[in-house]
């Protein structure tokens, strides 16, 4: 179950990452940057 | 490069200089306390010697004897079983840097759940770690979590339901050290601890266990010792030897129908004499305000003495709040005196200790002398 689990936070991970690379709007991208932070801490199995 | 694409770069690179900043803290906390064994400690063991399938599990954890080998009755001290009490951590450290055995053997775990100790409660604004200073410098410890790390156990289910007498608890309740007991060998992390916890009872045939708590001021069992049916009599002599050195408690005989706590289950299940011991912390209560250090180790709270004020608190509340001194004190005045009243009874299988600071002589001289310097 948690394979299965990393592996849909991944997908997150990427999705998010891929708006944040091609949105051209600032704010959007910081607001991506954030949600960045504990979907990698989360992946990582830190937090 | 286009304008967009140059901002994305530096936004990836701000949350990345943020989860390794973050990262590095939270992987700190799985660096256990230093706790340096004193003259009494015989021998330093893993809970896994008598659970061979915790061993390199997240839940292995230190288990300290001291008086290996002596003849007498044997007492188990469990601090840490909620890591976010510190009290009972502290209270379990001082008797493995402080206390020689006399007659009888001593097991003391003082991070019973040491899962618990790697991580923080999210939303509760928790320190990660409290300094005590010492004439020989400062010493840190962790200020955990009430549960296991749900990175070592996941997912949490809807409902808890305890294995042995299937009552429903919520679903985070499944990582509560102390509804999970006995323990199940082939149970959830924090199950399978606490059926190390039963074995190593079971198989050394100890006496008494001593599980070390705290609560918050609103909560109504708070300055008291709970105890089983068949520890009451012990229980009951060991609040009367307090109620004289003026150390004001209340006693509370175990429910029947509250299961999985250590009070509860390892009076049913094993032959010790289980009692549970709780001080007032105001740093997990509910009322509470700033939540830092300070507030860990004085127990000065504003909000606290306010509510005190309307009557909504069990136990007195004033500008001096409860030290960490105080508490560990108390924990460490009754196990003391739940020896003492043991051996009153049982002079023909005694338990016995020196070295263990007194409750006064712990708020006179503060914690710190008594902790022994790093290595």
Known sequence: MTIIYLGILAAVLALVLWALVTSKKPSFQAAAAMVIVPLLLRLLLIK | MKKHHISAIIFLALAGAAAIVSGTSFLAMRKPDIIVPGPGVSEVVMLSNWYPQLKGTPGDTEVYILGKGNPGASMLVLGGTHPNEPSGH????????????????????????????????????????????????????????????????????????????GQSLSGSETRNLNRGYPGRENGTLTERVC??????????????????????????????????????????????????????????PSPVNLRGLTHRELGDFTDTLPVLMETANASQGRLRGRTDEAL????????????????????????????????????????????????????????????????????????????????
Request: glycine fraction near 8%; charge should be negative; charged fraction near 20%.
């Open chain 2, 296 to 375: 860990v180790l004085t127990g000065k709270d504003k909000w606290y003495v306010k509510a005190q004020k309307l009557g909504r608190l069990y136990v007195p509340y004033d500008e001096n709040g409860h030290p960490l001194e105080e508490r560990t004190g108390r924990h460490l005045a009754g196990i003391t005196e739940l020896a003492f009243s043991w051996t009153l009874e049982n002079p023909d299988s005694a338990l016995e200790f020196t070295g263990v600071p007194a409750y006064a002589e712990l708020q006179e001289k503060g914690l710190g002398s008594f902790l022994r310097p790093l290595p």
């Open chain 2, 90 to 165: 502290m209270a379990a450290i001082l008797l493995i840097e402080n206390a020689v055995m006399t007659s009888g053997t001593l097991y003391v775990i003082p991070r019973a759940n040491a899962s618990g100790f790697t991580h923080n409660d999210p939303q509760e604004g928790a320190p990660q770690s409290f300094t005590i200073q010492t004439p020989n410098g400062p010493r840190v410890f962790r200020y955990g979590s009430r549960a296991t790390n749900p990175v070592h156990q996941w997912p949490d289910p809807n409902v808890y339901i305890h294995a042995s007498s």
């Open chain 2, 195 to 252: 059926y190390g916890i039963v074995q190593l009872i079971q198989k050394e045939k100890v006496t008494i266990t001593v599980d070390l708590h705290e609560a918050s001021p609103e909560y109504p069992v708070i300055n008291a010792i709970v105890a089983h049916p068949k520890a009451m009599g012990l229980a009951s002599e060991t609040v009367l030897g307090l109620e004289m050195q003026d150390i004001t408690i209340g006693l509370e």
